[in-house]
T-cell receptor, first 114, second 113 residues
């Protein structure tokens, strides 16, 4: 079991460039999430997918889009990157409806926008 | 406003010593409280999860307590090891239909030899 995997691990973009962050989980979880982590702040939810075929905005969705490709995969797209999107991005998954709805996190993608 | 506050922001202790990290929250309606360990450059990993009815839970040398009346939690680390050097994040889940997680900013712990 690899758990939650994310690619790439590091990325540097120029302002205005686009890119897609990939996330996959092999735990057969129904819900998946994208967070960003900035210095001095707690993790903030960007988008989530409660189940395959559904996506919803989180706390900070502006500038991002997501696709729940299938049950395993949930991608995050930056259409026109801005320096304010420099951050570490984490994908997480959970089996919603389980006892604790424990979320399992991927290793993160460190993104720098110049 | 849903908030989770942690103290101290950072802490240095000698290897083998004990320490306690604090978490205060104002999250409603409360579902559960989690402590995560985040090593530098890695994703958070769950240490403990407690519901309203659980006031203590252990995971090896880590013991978490929860006082739902005062909305406080603590994480006690016993006989610290160098590998305990990490950020410890308190996370409270709000039961709003969708399980919204409110993250604290973490306590950065350095265990010195």
């Amino acid at each position: 079991n690899a758990g939650v995997t994310q690619t790439p691990k590091f990325q540097v973009l120029k302002t205005g460039q686009s890119m897609t962050l990939q996330c996959a989980q092999d735990m057969n979880h129904n819900s998946m999430y994208w967070y960003r982590q900035d210095p001095g702040m707690g993790l903030r939810l960007i988008y989530y997918s409660a189940s395959e075929g559904t996506t919803d905005k989180g706390e900070v969705p502006n500038g991002y889009n997501v696709s729940r490709l299938n049950k395993r995969e949930f991608s995050l797209r930056l259409e026109s990157a801005a320096p304010s999107q420099t951050s570490v991005y984490f994908c997480a998954s959970t089996q919603a409806g389980s006892t604790y709805n424990e979320q399992f996190f991927g290793p993160g993608t460190r993104l720098t926008v110049l | 406003k849903n908030q989770v506050e942690q103290s101290p922001q950072s802490l240095i202790i000698l290897e083998g010593k004990n320490c306690t990290l604090q978490c205060n929250y104002t999250v409603s309606p409360f579902s559960n409280l989690r402590w995560y360990k985040q090593d530098t450059g890695r994703g958070p990993v769950s240490l403990t999860i407690m519901t309203f009815s659980e006031n203590t839970k252990s995971n090896g040398r880590y013991t978490a307590t929860l006082d739902a009346d005062t909305k406080q939690s603590s994480l006690h680390i016993t006989a610290s090891q160098l590998s305990d050097s990490a950020s410890y994040i308190c996370v409270v889940s709000a039961n709003t239909g969708f399980q919204k997680l409110v993250f604290g900013t973490g306590t950065r712990l350095l265990v010195s030899p």
